[in-house]
């Protein structure tokens, strides 16, 4: 997944699949422990491009985020 992330991060307009993938690796690297590799790093970079695409007062809090928010971006990057 670090990986793809890696690609993602190349490709000039994928901010949104990026914040999704940031998010969801985050998840992964803090359940198993290894938010030194980064995981809290990928979160802050998740929820900043997160803010950036809602506006900073439409975002919800970082203990109010889910999956379903960063799915929904998903949606904005294929038009």
Same mark, same amino acid.
């Given at each position: 997944?670090?990986? +793809?992330?890696?690609? @993602?991060?190349? #490709? ?8 999704? $993938? #940031?998010?969801? @690796?985050?998840?992964?690297?803090? /359940?198993?422990?290894?938010? $030194? +590799? ?7 970079? +998740? ?6 695409? #809602?506006?900073?007062?439409? +975002? /919800?809090?970082?203990?109010? @985020? ?11 990057? @294929?038009?």
């Amino acid at each position: 997944m670090e990986q +793809a992330v890696s690609m @993602l991060r190349q #490709l000039p307009d994928s901010r949104h699949v990026l914040a999704r $993938s #940031l998010f969801y @690796l985050s998840c992964f690297q803090i /359940k198993q422990h290894t938010a $030194s +590799a980064g995981g809290e790093g990928n979160l802050e970079e +998740a929820l900043s491009l997160y803010r950036r695409h #809602l506006g900073v007062s439409e +975002a /919800k809090s970082l203990d109010g @985020l889910g999956t379903t928010d960063f799915d929904s971006l998903l949606v904005h990057y @294929l038009r």
